[in-house]
């Protein structure tokens, strides 16, 4: 089974948790406030604190060292201890390709290929990087997991398509929050709409749970880097589109598919999950923008 990056014993609270904190926070500064220079001031001041903060303990560990004998593994160690600023420079690089273009949903040509690019760049750029500068392995793709599928996570497929037709229907159509999204009223369209969305909840794995969330998890306990990727997860989603009470589900679907992450290994599984939720968010879509349409498949 290919092992995900550990986050290790790390203690509940530490000074690192601010610069990653400032850095999450960029996310809503550029997609849900739409303040870029505050986007790019917490970022910088997210990774100079990030530097400040590494810099204690090494100087720390120079003292020791001069002054008394470490032992080779200890060194060893301190050689392969990931570095703070590195990792969250790779975050702050992902959320300043994405931030460079408009999230607001588009189907023409030229919107499909700036979010095919932008987004691909925002996944590719921080994992070629880790991988071929920085020299490790700290973003991975870990597709199957290694096991089979148990039945508690058939169940919850299914579960997620019940929950999905009774909830989103609902929260698009009494909020009106699907008028974010463009008419589709020709197969054309609709076809474009289904790619589109498919595309964009394969794209949230690889980058929210495969990228940001296995960055922060080699310096925070597990639950602090879920609730820290949840931040940047769901601003994303509000510039998307889902928006007034939005947050009510994305947060919890966040934080959920980190976990499930975590439980699984398995990228495959994380992304049947979203890409059943959101099968469901393409034919509520459809449903609304077309009155009369699919009337007979939903409560709303």
Do not use: K
Not at 160 to 182: E, H, K, R
């Amino acid at each position: 089974m290919p092992a995900l990056p550990a986050s290790g014993s790390r203690p509940a609270f530490s000074w690192a948790l601010a610069p990653a904190l400032l850095v999450c926070l960029a996310a809503p500064a550029f997609f849900v406030a739409r303040v870029p220079w505050l986007g790019w001031a917490l970022l910088a001041t997210g990774l100079a604190a990030s530097a400040i903060v590494a810099r204690a303990p090494a100087e720390a560990d120079a003292e020791v060292r001069a002054g008394a004998r470490l032992d080779t593994a200890r060194l060893v160690g301190a050689r392969r201890a990931p570095s703070l600023l590195r990792d969250l420079s790779l975050i702050a690089v992902g959320l300043l390709i994405v931030s460079a273009i408009p999230l607001a949903a588009e189907l023409g040509n030229l919107a499909m290929l700036r979010f095919a690019v932008a987004l691909g760049g925002a996944v590719a750029v921080p994992y070629f990087v880790s991988r071929f500068v920085f020299g490790d392995r700290a973003i991975r793709f870990p597709w199957r997991g290694g096991s089979r599928w148990s039945a508690f996570q058939w169940v919850w497929l299914v579960a997620v398509l019940v929950l999905g037709w009774l909830i989103l229907p609902f929260y698009f159509i009494t909020s009106g929050v699907y008028l974010n999204w463009p008419v589709v009223d020709t197969p054309e369209l609709i076809a474009r709409l289904f790619v589109g969305v498919g595309a964009v909840g394969i794209w949230d794995e690889l980058f929210f749970v495969c990228t940001v969330f296995a960055l922060l998890r080699r310096h925070f306990p597990d639950w602090q880097a879920n609730i820290l990727q949840s931040v940047v997860f769901v601003s994303f989603l509000w510039e998307l589109g889902y928006r007034a009470w939005g947050p009510v589900l994305t947060v919890p679907f966040a934080l959920l598919q980190g976990f499930i992450f975590l439980r699984t290994r398995s990228l495959a599984y994380v992304v049947t999950v979203h890409l059943l939720f959101d099968a469901i968010v393409f034919l509520v879509l459809v449903h609304a923008h077309n009155p009369g349409m699919l009337d007979w498949l939903f409560l709303v």
